[in-house]
């Protein structure tokens, strides 16, 4: 449980670090010579290793824990804007921030290690169409559709993605885990989520398109979590998992509205 809670902790500050890095390559140069900037190259290198530590956790954590530590990465976010960007740091910054720690270590204390099991009956195709279904919404909705749709469809892509890596058997290895039908789904989802929040960025304010992100990548899968893969809590913990969870959220969306977290997304999706 150590190495997965390590893993996965590590994956935030990965990605929270890395809009940071974006923001600052928005600032040395434009348009699409802004793809060459190291800072912007060494970024998405340092998602990739991010996505790799995601799916350790995911082999031995629940849904629900490891995707409200991912969207702790605002925290990161906000503090390094603060010392790299100079933005501002409201004291309602400081009680979330506090907020959010303290929930993900009842999170943490209430689910323990759950190796990931092999999925249900009917939950690979079930998944494989819904991606499809995913797909084409995000192809039909990418031109006309509004912020906040495209917001929502970019958390059910990630939350997708987040859910098919869970499913994942690794009993014999990588190359069996890879091949299997499950990693189209992976690669379907994690596309449209990348596709429709870059475009809900370009609509919408960043502070509320990030709140949404948020939210429906950590209670879409919690859910299937819990309702489909079995995941569960320890005897007793049920109510402090449900307000720790609904705690780090509220945090999550205040730091998300953030003027620091604004500023470092909108510079980060101008990347």
Known sequence: M??????VTATAVIY?????????????????????????????????VGWLLSLVALDRLPLFVVQAVQASSVVVVVVLARFVLRTRFRVVDGVAIAVVVGALVVLAR?????????????FTPALLVGSVVLAALTAGLYRRGGAL??????????????IAARGLHAAQGLAD??????????VVCGACGALASLRALERGGAGTVSAVLSVTEVVVPGVVGVV???DSVRAGWAPWAVLAVLAALTACWVLATSPANRQAEDAGAAA
């Open 2 to 7: 150590t190495l997965a809670l390590l893993a």
């Open 16 to 48: 929270g670090t890395t809009t940071i890095m974006e923001a600052v390559a928005t600032r040395r140069s434009h348009g699409l010579s802004t793809v060459t900037q190291p800072l912007v190259v060494a970024a998405l290198l340092l998602d990739g």
């Open 110 to 122: 209430a689910s323990g290690e759950q190796p990931a099991v092999t999925p249900p009956d009917g």
């Open 149 to 162: 749709v495209l917001a929502l469809l970019g958390g059910l892509g990630y939350s997708g993605a987040a």
């Open 177 to 186: 885990t890879v091949l299997q039908p499950l990693s189209i789904a992976v």
């Open 228 to 230: 489909v893969l079995g």
